[in-house]
């Protein structure tokens, strides 16, 4: 059973920027995906941001160019670096780890969540 932790969430002004941090308590190497989704009341969770073992990173059109994902094996860990954020990215942010190679990915574990709030 692998455990997903995430951190960095927090509030921030219009323009700001802010670093989520997924840690696990396992090896993450053998993930197939690694995403980052986020819910906001009164609305579906949605997807952020996914990247592969292999490296290879898919985004929601509402965040391209501004949230990049990464995963750092060694670490354990998996990032989204947010720039640029906006009200509308206001919500709580998952993360979420797939051992199987299908898409969309079936999510085996989940995070407890963090809380982004956008505002000035």
């Known amino acids: 059973q692998v455990q997903l932790v995430e951190s960095g969430g927090g509030l921030v002004q219009p323009g700001g920027s802010l670093r989520l941090s997924c840690a696990a308590s396992?090896?993450?190497?053998?993930?197939?995906?690694m995403g980052w989704y986020r819910q906001a009341p009164g609305k579906q969770r949605e997807l952020v941001a996914v990247i592969t073992s292999g490296g290879s990173t898919n985004y929601a059109d509402s965040v391209k160019g501004r949230f990049s994902i990464s995963r750092d094996n060694a670490k354990n860990t998996v990032y989204l670096q947010m720039n640029s954020l906006k009200p509308e990215d206001t919500a709580v942010y998952y993360c979420?780890?797939?051992?199987?190679?299908?898409?969309?990915?079936?999510?085996?574990?989940w995070g407890q969540g963090t809380q982004v709030t956008v505002s000035s």
């Open positions: 979420a780890a797939a051992l199987g190679g299908s898409w969309p990915p079936e999510y085996d574990y």
């Open positions: 396992g090896s993450i190497f053998s993930f197939n995906y």
